[in-house]
């Protein structure tokens, strides 16, 4: 019995955790979903035709970038893409990513 109490403590004790990570996971979506709205709504934004030919849509609302001589970029989003055979029928539910990237640069000026 007592292990029993403390294994239902610690599901309840880990539940907010989870909950905080869905409101982020939500988060990122709605970002994602108003960036995709916001260019398709732009008059000569992504053209339709051009979207329906697509396999796969990412959106990543926002990277950020850093440089000095090691450099970085930084990024989450979401992607979805064409179900069937050969990526023509109905889209996928979202799946969230991550875009990490690291570079090393030299530059020499004369």
């Known amino acids: 019995m007592k292990k029993t109490g403390v294994l239902v403590v610690a599901i309840f004790l880990a539940c907010p955790t989870f909950a905080a990570n869905e409101s982020r996971e939500q988060k990122r979506l709605e970002a994602c979903g108003q960036v995709f709205k916001d260019i398709m709504d732009i008059p000569d934004g992504i053209p339709k035709e051009l979207l ?5 849509v990412i959106v990543i609302p926002t990277v950020l970038k850093f440089a000095i001589g090691v450099g970085g970029d930084f990024g989450r989003g979401a992607i979805s893409c064409r179900t069937g055979q050969h990526f023509t029928g109905h889209w ?3 799946a969230l990513f991550a875009l990490e990237g690291a570079n090393i640069g030299f530059s020499v000026g004369w």
């Open 52 to 56: 329906n030919k697509a396999e796969c």
């Open 92 to 94: 996928s539910a979202p």
